[in-house]
């Protein structure tokens, strides 16, 4: 869509990356570390400082210890964190639970390591899962869950009884839980952010997997990294090591000043999202959406019923072609393209000028 959006001079809402600048600290302490020499090779699980900062910033946020030399891995940005995961702890023939409308690598991740993705559907408005048809789920051959909260696509920020329930079949059926929470401060409307690893019986059996990349504006920078116990750390930086060897060493030098940023650096980022959320949503209303309002992360989720094109694909294309606005057909998300077909996503990392101008087209064109 991105490929699409450029061809034909279209406001990209498409792919979730900023057109407005990273904070200046950081690109600041990049340039800073390349002129430094920080060039070559860092320790392919990652460079101490950023190690060490990562271990500081979960112990500042959310009392949870983890020791950098044991239980980190840094990688090249949460993609590469969750395969490295997926192919270093499931074997062929293992199952691995997935909710959907789902972020659109971890189907193929699970079939890469080898595994059989078993759905669980998000249900609208509220994106909730009905907990007997997860129990269903679950199964002897499950190796995992995977848990992305705050949710892309749906803006879903799971609650603590859910993810509790979560974790009490995780330990029910002797699973692990696979965490993507790259989105855990942008958050609205007094949504809170509870990572999995820190509930009763899962600190051992939760892999976490964050990155730079949404909080920092920095998508391009590619620094992630996996939070896990030292045995399920041993096995991923055995795959990590051979995947990609190691992250950007003068980027993870600046990723040190990045997570050593002050309280006040996470409210405004909440706080300017929200206003970006609320200005899409109100232009997406007027033009004739029904949106799906996002608690957190920087997605809307659209109904598309009413404009009456045959599914999602062909208004998509209508919209980057004809009307000059770039969405994500809803069937991406979903393992049966049909359960995505009534639907769109559009995303709101954008300058609100950005934001005006395709409210301004849709409302024009539609």
Request: overall charge negative; hydrophobic content about 40%.
């Amino acid at each position: 869509m991105t490929r699409l959006a450029l061809q034909h001079g279209a406001v990209n809402l498409a792919q979730g990356m900023p057109d407005f600048s990273a904070p200046e600290p950081l690109k600041e302490a990049a340039q800073r570390a390349i002129a430094e020499d920080f060039n070559q090779y860092a320790i392919t699980w990652g460079a101490k400082p950023f190690r060490e900062a990562i271990a500081a910033k979960y112990r500042r946020w959310y009392g949870l210890e983890v020791d950098p030399e044991r239980e980190i891995t840094v990688c090249c940005g949460s993609t590469e964190g969750m395969v490295a995961s997926l192919l270093a702890v499931v074997d062929p023939g293992d199952e691995v639970v997935i909710f959907e409308p789902f972020y659109e690598n971890y189907g193929p991740d699970a079939h890469l390591s080898g595994a059989a993705p078993r759905w669980v559907k998000l249900h609208p408005p509220e994106w909730a899962f009905d907990p007997e048809e997860l129990r269903r789920a679950f199964t002897p051959r499950t190796k995992a869950i995977i848990v992305n909260t705050p949710n892309n696509p749906t803006g879903k920020v799971f609650s603590r009884e859910e993810l509790e329930f979560i974790a009490a079949l995780c330990c029910e059926f002797d699973a692990l839980a696979i965490t993507d929470e790259i989105y855990e401060h942008i958050l609205y409307d007094g949504a809170r952010h509870i990572p999995l690893m820190t509930l009763p019986g899962m600190r051992e059996r939760c892999i976490l997997v964050n990155s730079l990349s949404k909080t920092y504006s920095v998508t391009g920078w590619r620094v992630g990294w996996v939070l896990a116990a030292p045995d399920l750390t041993d096995s991923i930086r055995k795959v990590h090591d051979f995947l990609t060897v190691g992250a950007a060493a003068p980027l993870q030098q600046a990723g040190v000043v990045a997570l050593s940023l002050p309280e006040e650096f996470y409210e405004q980022l909440a706080r300017d999202y929200q206003a970006r959320r609320d200005l899409l949503v109100a232009e997406l209303e007027a033009a004739g959406f029904v949106c799906h309002r996002p608690r957190g992360a920087y997605y809307v989720m659209t109904e598309i019923s009413t404009f009456g094109f045959p599914d999602d694909v062909a208004f998509v294309r209508h919209l980057v072609e004809r009307v000059g606005v770039a969405a994500v057909p809803g069937s991406s998300f979903f393992a049966d393209p049909r359960d995505g077909s009534r639907m769109v996503r559009f995303c709101f990392p954008k300058k609100y000028e950005t934001l005006k101008e395709a409210g301004a087209r849709l409302r024009k064109h539609l």
